[in-house]
């Protein structure tokens, strides 16, 4: 490994919105530049127009953005190697292509389209379904190994459409030491010659890819393992401009949680969990749910994706992002693929949920309710109800009978309990909290069990009329609590509709 200052890239196509895999990639990648002082930087990598969708880099960035995945050079923030948009690079990349073809490195092809197609069908119909522009192949088609140097010359002067494409060399092993899955090796008979650069004028993936990760001075590359069959390739490449070639590490796959193939885009609305950051709306209207308006924070967000194919050691899994720069290691990601788990996310959001304070959670609440409550008022909901909720949207939920007066009250979550006395028994509890001036949780529970060891009832025989009767509901928080928050006159208000419903 060379000792030059760590740099790394997250280096997505804007063809789409992100994947969680893609911000996982983002977030290891992030990771672990902080834990080797290392720069992390954001590239897009755009040079394939046809499959280029509006609005995909803003959410990419907005997203990272989110999850507090932040980089110190890219799009919209600058730094030394810029652009960091392939597109805005374009005129960089020709004199590499014509670099490697001076240098017997790659070659000119003119085979059109319908040509290709052709080759390609006649193949099928001779049992060889898998037709390659290959070291073998490339000697029966139209390009500048078997044209003669003039009439090359004479179509690239006629502007006659052509790519370029690698000239691969032929049974050459690649070894390559990846650092999650130990050594690869490929022979050069099973990959073909790549096209490097389009007839539009354009790199290919290939191409920019390499040129920008030596010009940027990338010194790891770590990416999804869908890339590690280009890898081979990408080292012939290096190789063939003389440059060092930076480290590989190849990320595990995200699996669904049956562990059965890979996380896709539609799994997500299917299985009923997020697959997105953030909400996505495609051209067509459909809508792919994010994490973010779900309702979970970024922290809980983060915290799971780096769970997924990477794990401390130890048995701690509540990681803040300062904690996880300090412990993530590349030799602790997986190899195997990460099945992702949508009950254990949840778990993560209601952790943080827990951890978060009072005060904050009660703006939370406050937006996305427009209570009328102070905030010291919602503070209080939020205390009483926070154990029972994952999202800030379920305090309101949980407890709607704080923050509003319960209008219809539903006699089936009761009835089991409601005895022939129970409203005289209400009505006479009623009267001991008319009395009291005291309206506080301590005083009233001690009230409460005065009352009902006079009548020699248990609490499970009497509380849970009370709890009816003030909150609608058959469970919930501590019920003295609950009686201080809404104060006297509400009490006494409710009781009195409670049971008017009980009957
Ligand atoms: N643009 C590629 C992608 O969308 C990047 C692959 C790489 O990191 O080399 O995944």
Known sequence: MSESKVRVRFAPSPTGPLHMGGVRTALYNYLFAKKNNGTFLIRIEDTDQTRFVPGAQEYIMEALTWCGILPTEGPGIGGEYGPYVQSERKPMYRPYAEELVENDKAYYAFDTAEELDAVREAAKQMGMPNWQYNTVTRMSMKNSLTLPADEVKRKIENGDPYVIRMKMPRNQDVRFEDMIRGWVSVNTNNLDDKVLFKSDGMPTYHLANIVDDHLMKITHVIRGEEWLPSAPMHILLYEAFGWDVPNFAHLPLLLRPDGNGKLSKRDGDRLGFPVFPLDWYTAEGEKYTGYREEGYFPEAFVNMLAFLGWNPGTNQELFSMKELEEAFTIERVGKAGAKFDADKTKWYQQQYLRHTSDEELAKELKNITNSH????????????????????????????????????????????????????????????????????????????????????????????????????????????????????????????????SAH
């Open 373 to 500: 409550l102070s905030l010291e008022k919602l503070e209080t909901v939020c205390h009483l109800v926070k154990d029972r909720a994952t999202f800030v949207k379920d305090i309101a939920v949980e407890g709607s009978y704080l923050l509003y007066t319960p209008e219809e009250y539903d006699f089936n979550i009761i009835s089991k309990k409601w005895k022939e006395d129970a409203p005289q028994l209400m009505t006479e509890w009623k009267a001991v909290l008319e009395n009291e001036t005291d309206f506080t949780a301590a005083h009233l529970e001690a009230k409460f069990k005065e009352f009902i060891t006079e009548k020699s009832l248990g609490i499970g025989q009497v509380l849970p009329l009370y709890r009816y009767l003030i909150t609608g509901a058959a469970a919930g928080p501590n019920m003295f609590e609950i009686s201080e928050f809404l104060g006297k006159e509400e009490c006494l208000n409710r009781i009195d509709s409670g049971l008017k």
